[in-house]
């Protein structure tokens, strides 16, 4: 069956970064396009980063500039690496996988940003 893992998060301190990752088995990791989602308490899951099969990106607006998002085909990892973190960065981090209706999500990992 699909699996994705996230691993990485942690508490960091305001201006502090964090580099996340997402290691997938059980698909053709290649051939799905990888996105980033993240959960604040009482919010709705929102997207991060999403990276294209194509290596094509889009960013939230309210990261642009200070997260990227990678992949790394050969060991079925993809990473969002986030730096100058605000306290508004604080959320469960969740990995998604989706190619054409089939989509899938890791269990989160959890970022804290504060001081």
């Known amino acids: 069956q699909v699996q994705l893992v996230e691993s990485g998060g942690g508490l960091v301190q305001p201006g502090g970064s964090l580099r996340l990752s997402c290691a997938a088995s059980g698909l053709t990791f290649s051939a799905y396009g990888m996105s980033w989602y993240r959960q604040a308490p009482g919010k709705e899951r929102e997207l991060v980063a999403t990276l294209t099969i194509a290596r094509s990106t889009d960013y939230g607006d309210s990261v642009k500039g200070r997260f990227t998002i990678s992949r790394d085909n050969t060991k079925n990892t993809v990473y969002l690496q986030m730096n100058s973190l605000e306290p508004e960065d604080t959320a469960v981090y969740y990995c998604?996988?989706?190619?054409?209706?089939?989509?899938?999500w890791g269990q989160g990992t959890q970022v804290t940003v504060s001081s």
């Open positions: 998604n996988a989706r190619r054409s209706s089939r989509t899938f």
